[in-house]
């Protein structure tokens, strides 16, 4: 995906979270966008391909949603405007934009083993003191990190693995 692309999915995920918070429906609405997307990643080849009629998309796109609901005329929409392949940025946005209405931030932590839940409830703590606001962890196990782990919240990024720890102490050798 091209940076451009990231930026038109925020926009559509933000006219559609402004459309769902108007009839209050904004968290029913992102349930069921974040399982059409996931529902609809098998079918994104044929909905990209332009020799399918755009009538046979749309057809393909409302099976199982309701005639005339906020989600069946967003996703025509996509269809309409050759946008399709955008569905899974545009889900991911809108989530983002669910937690920052509840006030709460997403951080994705990967770990070399699993926490314990000393270590877990201490680490989301320290975490929503910097942030200033609820945070949920997304924890995840990653073979590759040898020790340690890395945070990535919003922009930042702390990295406290044992590989950044040596990267850190290389350059810091070298006089980089």
Do not use: H
């Not at 069921?32 to 098998?42: E, G, P, V």
């Not at 909905?47 to 749309?58: G, M, N, W």
């Not at 669910?98 to 997403?106: F, N, Q």
């Not at 782990?149 to 044992?162: N, P």
Request: aromatic share 4%; glycine share 8%.
């Amino acid at each position: 995906m091209k940076p451009a692309d990231r930026t038109l999915a925020a926009r559509y995920a933000r006219a559609l979270f402004q459309c769902a918070c108007a009839r209050g429906e904004e968290t029913a609405d992102a349930a069921d966008l974040s399982a059409c997307s996931a529902a609809l990643a098998a079918a994104l080849p044929l909905l990209r391909d332009p020799r399918v009629a755009t009538a046979d998309k749309k057809s393909l796109v409302r099976r199982g949603l309701p005639q005339g609901s906020l989600l069946a005329d967003f996703l025509e929409l996509l269809i309409d405007k050759k946008r399709f392949d955008l569905l899974p940025l545009v889900a991911g946005e809108f989530g983002q934009l669910i937690l920052k209405k509840r006030g709460v931030a997403r951080a994705r932590v990967r770990t070399a083993r699993p926490l314990a839940e000393a270590d877990r409830r201490r680490l989301l703590e320290r975490l929503e003191a910097f942030a200033g606001c609820g945070v949920e962890l997304e924890l995840c196990e990653d073979p590759e990190l040898l020790g340690g782990l890395t945070v990535r919240l919003g922009d930042w990024v702390l990295d406290s693995s044992l590989r950044g720890q040596l990267q850190n102490l290389k350059e810091a050798i070298r006089g980089d």
